[in-house]
């Protein structure tokens, strides 16, 4: 059951990923993409990770591409992004991305290709069963990891910031 | 003899049909009679009768809109994008009737088979989930708008997006105290953490609850910040173009929001199904249904039965429709916001105060815990006394001078117009 849910959602997931490429209007790029994160949150749910699912959705689904879709809609993007996006470099380049992602995968899928759970996915089963599915990833957030996790808020506030600055800088 | 065990295989699944047949039928039932009470109680604040033609004080008055509205011609603008148009509607009707799926609506059912906890479906995200769904509700909204091809529908999208994600900043906020205090993101646990502090987090959490309210009409695009519909504005704002069932299916949503959303404050702020004394409370505690815990932290089990579940689900369909009574109200009470007082409540009042008042009630509670207060009555005495003298505050900053002082306010007024001559009164 879980198997074929699994295959269900890829084929979302990757339906809605060619989507975005191949969509006319960026609006329905938007939504192709929405489909995406919908599709990997409903992934994340089969693997039992509730809060990233969840996370997942609010966060990207709900406010990043709603921003997206207010910035398409504000600004009426037409069709003059095309010519951005399909020149010879940009194909060239997606191909080399993909070339390495397949290298990536087979190299993944040859050498430990069982799924028997592992001591990591043990420790998160205990962790999951002590701590409950925020604290799972609360916990070692706010103590092992807590110095990464401050350092990444003070580079989005930094990213806030200057993008603060150019927006001035333009309307003066 | 019942036995104080969940229920379990093939009686489960059974169980399970049912109850989501039977509060998903509700919920879709309740939905289309808040339409005719917003009617009727629109026409009463107003001295009007209201619909009262269609069945016994038109109780029948929603069947013959549905009818009608399925009779309708549908409607497809020419130059509207024409997947997207139908779309919309669908993408704002599913995520609002799915949102009620978390909510805790009564205390455990004892059966013959086991117990059966009253929630479809008790996820460990909980509040998250419903977060999820209802912030993939305004797609449906900004893509019904920009699919009409028309510039009222387009700019009430636009409105409906800029106003949703704002608001959801100040609702997710004032939730985090509401999580402080429960200390897990489940709705029973919120229920249950409620019945242990022995009042409800309303009191405690005095203004995230009113912060609360105001993100929860915001978020519902109700009056006062029906921004994305205002009729004296954009015609009718993102559903301008849309006729006969699509149109019904917005305002089904709209509907079903407010529903969730009453629901959901009476489950954060008002205790849920639970009503005062400890007679009724019930909790899973590894494994075991229980009421309680005595002084030295032994476990007393909680005793189900039927007429608890009965008058505990009356209890929290009375705090549901006290909310729901509030959004009619409040529609018929206060006028329409402009837009950038919209914005600006949201970003430069509301914001800020949710941050602030998260910091003291973490503060408080920190304190609380060191001080050695155990979970309970004196505990959310000290919370309320703390949070009240913040909400006070809080009111008359918002206030400023001019409603609650009232008199005084009225007399500084009277001097800025001595300089307008006066009619002379008879008898001088």
């Known amino acids: 059951m879980i198997e074929v849910l699994f295959y269900v959602f890829a084929a979302v997931a990757l339906g809605g990923a060619l989507g975005v490429v191949w969509a006319k209007s960026p609006v329905g790029s938007l939504l192709y993409m929405v489909a995406t994160l919908a599709s990997l949150a409903c992934i994340f749910v089969l693997l039992e990770a509730h809060f990233l699912a969840a996370i997942q959705v609010i966060v990207y689904a709900g406010a990043i591409m709603v921003l997206f879709l207010f910035v398409i809609m504000l600004l009426n993007l037409g069709h003059d992004y095309q010519r951005d996006l399909k020149g010879g470099a940009f194909s060239l380049l997606s191909f080399v991305i993909i070339g390495l992602m397949a290298g990536v995968l087979v190299r993944q899928f040859g050498e430990n290709a069982i799924t028997e759970p592992t001591a990591g996915g043990r420790a998160i089963d205990a962790a999951l069963a002590q701590h409950g599915a925020v604290g799972a990833i609360a916990q070692p957030l706010y103590t092992t990891y807590v110095v990464p996790f401050e350092i990444t808020g003070v580079l989005l506030l930094v990213a806030i910031v200057g993008a603060l600055v150019l927006a001035k800088k333009g309307g003066q | ?428």
């Not at chain 2, 019945?195 to 912060?211: H, K, R, T, V």
């Not at chain 2, 476990?299 to 189900?304: F, G, Q, S, T």
């Not at chain 2, 009375?318 to 109200?329: C, P």
């Not at chain 2, 913040?390 to 001595?418: E, H, N, P, W, Y």
């Open chain 2, 1 to 428: 003899m019942e036995s104080l065990q969940p229920i379990s295989g093939p009686w489960a699944l059974i169980a399970m049909s049912l109850k989501v047949t039977i509060i998903f039928g509700v919920l879709v039932l309740v939905v289309a009679y808040s339409t005719l009470a917003e009617r009727r109680v629109s026409a009463w604040i107003q001295d009007r009768r209201g619909p009262n033609r269609v069945g016994p004080f038109g109780l029948l008055q929603p069947v013959a809109d549905g009818i009608k509205n399925l009779l309708k011609e549908e409607t497809l603008p020419a130059t509207a994008s024409k997947a997207f148009f139908v779309l919309a509607p669908i993408f704002v009707l599913v995520p609002s009737l799915m949102t009620f799926a978390v909510i805790p609506i009564a205390a455990p059912l004892p059966t013959p088979a086991g117990i059966v906890d009253m929630i479809i479906a008790d996820v460990p995200i909980g509040i998250l989930y419903v977060l999820a769904f209802s912030s993939l509700a305004v797609y449906g909204v900004v893509l019904g708008g920009w699919a009409s091809n028309n510039k009222y529908a387009f700019l009430g999208g636009l409105r409906a997006s800029a106003q949703m994600v704002s608001y959801e900043v100040a609702l997710g906020l004032s939730l985090i105290t509401v999580l402080m205090m429960s200390g897990n993101v489940t709705l029973t646990e919120v229920v249950w953490q409620q019945q242990q502090l022995g009042m409800w987090f309303a009191f405690p959490l005095s203004l995230a609850f009113i912060l609360f309210v105001i993100s929860a009409f915001a978020e519902t695009n109700r009056l006062p910040f029906d921004m994305p519909e205002a009729e004296s504005e954009l015609v009718t704002g993102y559903h301008t173009e849309y006729s006969a069932m699509k149109f019904s299916a917005f305002m089904i949503s709209e509907f079903g929001h407010m529903v969730t959303a009453s629901a959901l404050m009476a489950t954060l702020f008002l205790g849920g199904w639970d009503l005062p004394g400890t007679w009724d409370d019930a909790f899973w505690h590894e494994g075991q249904l229980i009421r309680g815990f005595t002084q030295d932290g032994v476990i007393v089990l909680a005793n189900p039965a039927w007429w608890k579940t009965v008058l505990t689900f009356g209890g929290f369909a009375i705090k549901t429709s006290f909310f729901m009574l509030l959004y009619i109200w409040i529609r018929w009470t206060l006028p329409r916001f402009r837009y950038d007082q919209v914005m600006a409540l949201g970003w430069k009042v509301m914001l800020p105060t949710a941050l602030a008042y998260a910091m003291l009630i973490g503060g408080t509670i920190l304190v609380l815990d060191e001080v050695g207060i155990r979970w309970g009555f004196s505990y959310g005495l000290a919370l309320t006394a703390v949070s009240g003298v913040a909400t006070v505050g809080f009111i008359f900053f918002l206030d400023r001078g001019r409603t609650i002082i009232g008199a005084a306010g009225q007399s500084r007024q009277k001097i800025s117009i001595t300089g307008i001559s006066q009619p002379a009164t008879a008898g001088d």
